[in-house]
């Protein structure tokens, strides 16, 4: 047996519970992976509510993307060696002692990555990475905006962007405003306030090639706008809460693009499950991170860390937004 969060309805986040459970059985391709750290996601409050854009079968375990270190594999599975550790993309299963992951999924970490950093480079790293190279096409020099530039994405994207060579304006509350200027972001701005002007006047009225969004909501709408000649929007996520919508007439009058980046698509989540077609341009996506990470260009950045049965704890840091980087589980 061992100790999981299990979800057996749909139901609130902080409703879920703590059992013991038999491991989850061995399939194709997999490996077993001895969880060390999980992280906690603002997603995974939607998908045990059945809220997400896909239902895991009832029941599960919740959890997407764990650090720790392989037990065992299958006979088929391309797979580390028992004992090495590793971060992985599971579908479900990470708030749990022991996962089981596809083999494509499982990277093996350099020495020197401690676990609980490591769980930035399942999804926020590579959300982000997808984001700016695949479909901003960022290059050295270019102006990029960041909204949300404390979140697990946002602040993989500010790294990425300078990583890159590109000119970073990061936005975020002004508490968190150090740490976005330690990670090397050329302009801070405070997003409580309208950002227009100041990113017309960062960039000598030139725009941003591209502007990640994390939020959605109102921001969007300005973004446009602050895009030059051949910009990219680049859409994450909503944190926001809002869903907008954008007259194609200012993308055509202003030669901008709007693009959106489901990180998902490449891992098997979405309808079709091209997980295996996906591999190689992911996998290749995480190699080049490891690389930056090797040259200290990365720095993920861990808000906290809780024990499993302090999940409602854990999720409370993400759902207030007072976390700066990523939210962790211990199981």
């Known amino acids: 047996m061992m100790r999981a969060i299990l979800c057996e309805s749909w139901r609130d986040f902080d409703d879920l519970e703590v059992k013991d459970i038999p491991p989850p059985p061995m399939r194709p391709h997999g490996v077993r992976i001895r969880v060390e750290a999980v992280g906690v996601s603002f997603a995974t409050q939607l998908v045990v509510a059945g809220k997400y854009q896909r239902r895991p079968p009832l029941p599960f375990v919740p959890g997407t993307e764990v650090v720790g270190t392989v037990i065992e594999a299958a006979l088929d599975a391309d797979a580390p060696s028992p004992g090495t550790r590793v971060f992985a993309v599971l579908d479900w299963g990470g708030y749990a002692e022991e ?37 901003g096409r960022i290059a050295a020099g270019d102006w990029v905006l960041v909204h949300g530039a404390t979140g697990g994405v946002g602040l993989a994207g ?154 409602r704890e854990a999720m409370a840091e993400v759902r207030a937004r007072r976390s700066a980087g990523r939210v962790v589980l211990r199981p």
């Open 99 to 135: 996962a089981v992951a596809d083999d494509i999924h499982v990277v093996p970490i350099p020495d020197g990555l401690p676990a609980e950093p490591a769980v930035a480079f399942p999804i926020s790293y590579p959300t982000a990475g997808a984001g700016l190279l695949w479909r």
């Open 158 to 311: 500010v790294e990425i962007a300078k990583a890159v060579g590109a000119r970073v304006i990061a936005r975020a509350g002004a508490a968190k405003h150090a740490l976005l200027r330690a990670r090397g972001a050329d302009v801070v701005l405070d997003s409580a306030a309208p950002f227009r002007d100041a990113v017309r006047e960062a960039t000598g009225g030139q725009g941003v090639a591209c502007v990640l969004d994390t939020i959605g909501g109102d921001a969007f709408d300005e973004s446009l706008r602050c895009l030059g000649d051949g910009g990219t929007l680049v859409v994450v996520g909503f944190a926001g809460g809002g869903i907008p919508t954008v007259a194609a007439n200012i993308l055509l009058l202003k030669n901008i693009a709007v693009a959106g980046v489901n990180w998902g698509t490449y891992v098997g989540w979405s309808p079709g499950d091209n997980r295996r077609l996906y591999a190689p341009r992911a996998r290749a996506l995480w190699a080049q991170l490891m690389g930056w990470w090797r040259d200290g260009a990365l720095k993920p950045e861990v808000h906290a860390a809780f024990p499993l049965d302090r999940f």
